[in-house]
């Protein structure tokens, strides 16, 4: 069905605040924050699929992971709460110390431009009174609060740009298909109804929050890749007239999209052109998980790392927190995100409507990005002390490096190479600017 749809009509240009806003913030916040369970074991995309399923280091996947037999969460789940049903964590989860203004002042502070929250993850629960999920929302029971709505006006506030995420391709509330255990190709439902039920979720989305952002996940039931009413496209055209400057992602399974996304290693080949994000959580799971420390978190070294190697590619990068049950986002996703602002606060001009300058060498020895914004192009150092690197004579006016943090940098040149003497003050990355020849 999907091919006999016309989708080069969606074609268009991706609205500037997105290519331009470089950093984002994902929020994965659901019943499975209760039980807080997942083994940290590595990133997606590092192991086959047999091995990440029963040991899932994602504690969003919970309601999955406990339904394979012989999986270490089951016997957790069978341990702490006997035969106890997953929705019991929706009467459980209370949401008490959820303060959505604070989210989002870290959330601005941290230097991100964009918000998305789950707004229904796999386990089918709604954090808003969506149509047609009776009392199995954040409403209903559980917080009894529009989560969406508080996080949608609390952030807006801050000025910053509001998404959404939802999960299309998979709802384990309305099937009977046995646990995903051993392949990244997933069976997920397809019939009329669920798609129109989909339909009418994300239509009531547009309508309340005007996300400017839409993330589907998995994959969308096929019923609706075709025209009509209850169709994609129709979802498509009804979204694009109500939202002029959203976007939409490339998980619909058809062949349109404004963005693409990979996902920690998972998909990298997106990342090889166009319009495109990387996400990830802080630790190796997006929903809050216990059985995570400080070893599986990015610290503030590596979280540069990562933004810096996407956004010298062209890319941005959507960083996950994982609130806990009660509404607090851990102290060590607080403190990167923190120290995300610090840095922010000296060196975004490096960062916004940045793009890749590709005639400018990367290097791991030392670890150096570079980002172009207008006629000056800014090489991300992790150094200190003196450092020689590539600098083509030709590209820089050599009496105009200076660091972000407003002092004159003096360098000695040999050919290409320069070198730079970097005081310690500047790191954890110095940010060296030139003007362009």
Known sequence: MADAVNWDRFKRDVPRWYTEA???IFIHWGAYSVP????PIGELGTMEAKTW??????AEWYFNTIRI???PAQEFHKKTYGNAPYDDFLDQWKAENFNPDQWAELFQYSGAQYVLPTTKHHDGIALWPAPGTGTRNTVDRGPKRDLIGDIATAVRKKGLHFGVYYSG???WSITDLPPHNDGYELARPSDAAYSMYCYEHVVDIIDRYKPEVIFNDINWPDFSK????YSLPALFDYY?????TGVVNDRWGIPHWDYKTSEYKMNLHVEDGGVWENNRGVGYSFGYNKLETDEHYLDISGLLHHLLDIVSRGGNLLLNVGPTASGEIPELQQKVLRQMGDWMKINSKAIYASHAVPEFKA??????RWTGVGKEVFAHIESTGKTTFEVPESLVDDSSAHFLSGEKATISRSGNQITVDIDAKHSPMAVLAFKRR
């Open 36 to 39: 807080a369970f997942g083994e």
């Open 240 to 244: 694009y007239s109500h939202v002029p």
């Open 169 to 171: 391709g998979l709802d």
């Open 226 to 229: 075709r025209e009509g009413e």
């Open 53 to 58: 399923f029963p040991h899932n280091p994602y």
């Open 69 to 71: 037999e012989g999986s």
């Open 22 to 24: 470089k950093f984002g």
């Open 363 to 368: 290097s791991d020895a030392p670890w150096i």
